[in-house]
Nanobody
Framework: QVQLVESGGGLVQPGGSLKLSCAAS????????MSWYRQAPGKERELVAT????????DYPDSVKGRFYIWKDDVKNTVSLQMSSLTPQDTAMYYC?????????????WGQGTQVTVSP
């Protein structure tokens, strides 16, 4: 059974930092592109970071570029997101996402999410 379990969320002051982690099990971790998404109440889910399964290339939207950093550990089967210079606009539920590298595969997995709240 595939599981993605996020951790590291919490309450942080504006300008502060948090590190989120996602532990993957039940899949061949190196076969999956990993991403972080976030969703606030009443808003659509948005991509905040992604990392390529093979090249470790990363991509970020302009809203977080320069503030967020994604990396993965293929031994521990984890993917992490370091967030800095946080603002209230970053408040959301953050989700770990795994997508199989083969286009013919329908395998897409989501974690249950971890809450990040940025408030003075």
């Amino acid at each position: 059974q595939v599981q993605l379990v996020e951790s590291g969320g919490g309450l942080v002051q504006p300008g502060g930092s948090l590190k989120l982690s996602c532990a993957a099990s039940g899949l061949t971790f190196t076969d999956y592109h990993m991403s972080w998404y976030r969703q606030a109440p009443g808003k659509e889910r948005e991509l905040v970071a992604t990392i390529d399964a093979f090249t470790y290339r990363t991509d970020y939207p302009d809203s977080v570029k320069g503030r967020f950093y994604i990396w993965k550990d293929d031994v521990k089967n984890t993917v992490s997101l370091q967030m800095s210079s946080l603002t209230p606009q970053d408040t959301a539920m953050y989700y770990c996402h795994a997508r199989n590298t083969r286009a013919i595969s329908s395998a897409v997995y989501w974690g249950q999410g971890t809450q990040v709240t940025v408030s003075p």
